[in-house]
């Protein structure tokens, strides 16, 4: 090997250099596969620098594959085989859209993407300076665990918390009802885990959650789609197929809908209620967008004091999804039950995110933070309507808060060549067909409020319906 | 209410001295819930202090469940039921041990209790101090995510890390062929989603990973053991179930396997595979405990070129069961399908621990790190089987390395009932009969090395054998 040059005064440190300077005559095809690099004790002789200097700058290159460690031998410079760049997956044709490739989409959309088809803010929107504080303050905390297995529930200060927030909707839980879980979504596959067969009818409003719908599907489940209306649920209809296919559960989201962003209203919730009791079917409540409802609303757990509803909440949409922290709340039996299938699917939970999460609830800023949140959606979703409204689309309601606008394409039976056209812009929007459970034709598609105001998105539209007329 | 005597200079900031002033009045029955608190100017005026402050403090306690706010009316003792305290579950009955119970009991167990069941290290044993710094070091990098949701497969820098430290055991995998999960459990559970349908039969190891057999059952799989020797499999019996059974899968352990800690031998692996070629069907292969192996040994993995074989690693061992970080490499298109399961039953894996673990893989200690994990492993190993030949029991065999010993108890044909007393003593035992297939009756046990030198232990087992003598 080529002696390296080494500034001990530059202020970067002498392993870094070290680190850097040998990668580059690799990379550089100096040096090269197979050859023996300098004993440490002769490399470190050799540039005036410590031999632990040299063993750790050695080490970190045997971790970054640039060099292999032979025992009693020397450190030789790896064969390796350089892995491709980016190798995530290209977009997939038209025709093949489903629940798994949308969710992909958005998540993997590059920083160029227009993410008009997302369920969640921006990451501008959320308080990630206020995750850091309270992550700097649990790294200061001795008591905090970082390494040892959470509890099967979940952090128990977290659980202990849940209850007065969940009183404030008018829930009433005790902490032992309360299981932690990855996200509303794995509080979704749980209860799933619980409730569902093979086989086994599920119902599933009508347009909704496509995610929920794809993980029932996994799980072999026949959806049946109860009809949405602006205030909840076909009730005569949710009777209807009710007493005809005999389900054991119905997935519902009461609270900003996905995708209309309509709310219950008391008297649906009734009976609804009412209906599940007839025929003895159980209710999952999926409320991941609770916080950003403006004001107050039914919920069905809230009625039914967690008997046959089963309520799921995630901190997801107001405090970080990449965190992934949601909750099952539930009867004392079905919550052991839903216990037991986390322990078996995932074992547990991080105790450290969990930490993060009670500290951002109980630390006294967070109901002014989701206030802002909900003042800055508002104002989103009056600029969204009117964008809508200009380039020709009818919205199925002017939703009184949250994320979402469902809005119909006129002159279109199906919006889904118009997402695949959009795609070919990187725009990725959400067509209708994806939130209905037999994924039937729908011209309707679900907006974003926050990105459907990128200027790009309008102009797509405009340019779209022009051709359509 | 009355007023609060704070103290300007004791150090303790005056938010956190309102806040637990007022919470002492209304713990002591002083504030009685519904009674309407002094206004937030008033309260300043009174206390010298700024409104702000006062503001920070009811926030809090409203947080905290302690205030309501009214708005436009003022702050006001919330009704709270007092939840209960430490609601962890009573340990069940003899007889109904399971995998979730087990899995349970052992993260459940306090301070006190004695987890010799534990599949893992004490927290004492791992790098905490490192978690702590690199966690210090992604707060410090204003690029790190914490609060956007991270991309379908995982964090991209620790997907081309990992090929990698493949390499170093003979895998060969391309970054894309990689999707980071939920620890190995996770990474199970998308396995037998892909794998398996309710009524499938599937190849296990027998003995063999009792929260697999949980996680199975769970999907409605029939379970097949494969008796385990000291070398794997027992490769004749495997050609037999195979042809009369038609798995499409066989999961199965070949490093330190789960409980034996014994090792597959070359000439079993090249069978195993030739069988699964000639059946046609799936292995995977959980390699959970890699990193703890001292020397080289065979993966299936690293014969098959991962085309029947899906391979799982997890740094819940070696770096943190907290945090709930593993991965799965597998051919291109199973990759894509757990991918897709991964999306519709988690949505994604929290970057920010990825992150942590890429760091704590890449900043060059970690390979000295687990060899003194080994070292340590080596002797707690040498340690408890002296123990357990002083009292009396008998290895299946002396293990290479890991973190468990598989030993028989003279003179019962099951241990269930001595794990029963034990934990009336809060020592956790795993008896033999969890790691079966059927539950069959086992006279065995398995030890967690480093917990098994405790001295509780050893005189438990020695009176117990007394007792049967």
């Known amino acids: ?67 292999q460690s032979r025992r009693g031998s020397g450190f030789y410079v790896a064969h390796r085989s350089v892995p491709e760049r980016t190798p995530e997956r290209v977009p997939l044709e038209p025709g093949a859209f489903d629940a798994a490739w949308l969710m992909r989409q958005a998540l993997d959309a590059g920083s160029e993407g227009l993410r008009a088809s997302a369920g969640w803010l921006p990451r501008s929107w959320l308080d990630e300076e206020g995750l850091r504080r309270q992550l700097r303050a649990i790294l200061r905390n001795e008591d905090s665990n970082l390494s040892d297995y959470g509890r099967p529930q979940g952090y128990l200060p977290l659980r202990e918390h849940l209850p007065f927030r969940l009183a404030e909707s008018g829930i009433a839980a005790q902490p032992s009802q309360i299981v932690l879980t990855h996200g509303a979504t794995q509080a979704l596959d749980m209860a799933i885990h619980h409730f569902v067969r093979r086989g086994d009818a599920v119902l599933v409003d009508d ?145 450290a995110v969990e930490e993060v999460v009670y500290r951002m609830l109980t630390e006294g800023h967070y109901r002014k933070y989701v206030e802002r949140l909900r003042t800055r959606l508002g104002e989103a979703t009056a600029r969204a309507l009117r964008m809508l409204e200009r380039v020709g689309l009818t919205p199925f309601i002017a939703p009184q808060g949250g994320v979402f606008i469902w809005a119909r394409m006129p002159g279109l039976d199906d919006a889904v060549a118009l997402a695949a056209s959009a795609a070919r ?19 309707l598609i679900r907006f974003n409020v926050v990105y459907a105001n990128d200027v790009r998105l309008e102009r797509f539209l405009a340019r779209a319906l022009d051709k359509l007329a």
């Open 1 to 67: 090997m080529q002696q390296v040059s080494l500034s001990p005064d530059s202020g970067v440190p002498l392993v870094d250099q070290i680190v850097h300077a040998i990668r580059g005559q690799i990379d550089d095809r100096l040096l090269r596969p197979g050859a023996r690099l300098a004993a440490i004790r002769q490399f470190a002789e050799l540039h005036g620098v410590s031999r632990f200097t040299v063993v750790e700058a050695y080490d970190r290159l045997v971790a970054q594959g640039y060099l």
């Open 425 to 443: 812009e990187s725009i990725i929007l959400a067509p209708g067909t994806l939130f209905r459970p037999q994924s039937q034709a729908s011209p």
């Open 207 to 351: 347009p909704g959650y496509f995610s929920l719908f794809g993980c029932l599907r996994l799980h072999g489940a026949r959806l049946i789609g109860v009809p949405w209306t602006p205030e909840g649920p076909d009730t005569a209809e949710l009777e209807r197929l009710a007493a005809e296919h005999k389900p054991k559960v119905y997935f519902t989201q009461s609270v900003l809908h996905n995708p209309t962003g309509a709310c219950l209203s008391p008297a649906n919730a009734y009976r609804i209620l009412q209906c599940a009791e007839r025929h003895d079917f159980h209710i999952v409540e999926d409320d991941a967008y609770c916080d950003l409802h403006p004001g107050q609303t039914t919920r069905l757990a809230a009625l039914d004091h967690l008997d046959r509803v089963v309520y799921i909440g995630s901190f997801s949409k107001t405090l970080s999804g990449n965190l992934r922290s949601g909750f099952v709340a539930a009867r004392p039996d079905i919550a052991d039950a839903l216990t037991d299938i986390k322990v078996l699917t995932s074992l547990a939970t991080p105790q």
